[in-house]
């Protein structure tokens, strides 16, 4: 059973840093990308930053340059008040396998290989 969950979330005044965490447990080697998602009071979930196991990455435009995204960690640097949300890991496996950087093959995932964490709370004060 795969298993997530976030760390690192916290209180910081405007234009500070925050490093959250993902503890992932029973994953299995396959095409998945790591993901992180926020959910403000009263908004929808919007996605913030992925990975795939080759290092390979991708933003939203109003984190770029700001937040770095590893396999394990999401670096939050220079914090807005509109970044306060509720954070979520994610991870979502593909269904198709592909050879990786390495030249290793990377196998799809099964079926439905999607899983959340329970979240992490960052409040940025002005």
């Known amino acids: 059973q795969v298993q997530l969950a976030e760390s690192g979330g916290g209180s910081v005044q405007a234009g500070g840093s925050l490093r959250l965490s993902c503890a992932t447990s029973?994953?299995?080697?396959?095409?998945?990308?790591m993901n992180w998602y926020r959910q403000a009071p009263m908004k929808e979930r919007e996605f913030v930053a992925s990975?795939?196991?080759?290092?390979s990455t991708s933003y939203a435009d109003s984190v770029k340059g700001r937040f770095t995204i590893s396999q394990d960690t999401l670096q939050m640097n220079s914090l807005k008040p509109e970044d306060t949300a509720m954070y979520y890991c994610?991870?979502?496996?593909?269904?198709?396998?592909?050879?990786?950087?390495?030249?290793?093959?990377?196998?799809?995932?099964?079926?439905?290989?999607?899983?959340w964490g329970q979240g992490s709370q960052v409040i940025v004060s002005s």
């Open positions: 990975t795939d196991r080759d290092g």
């Open positions: 994610n991870l979502r496996g593909s269904r198709v396998g592909r050879r990786g950087k390495t030249g290793w093959w990377i196998p799809s995932c099964p079926d439905g290989y999607d899983y």
């Open positions: 029973g994953v299995t080697y396959c095409a998945y990308n």
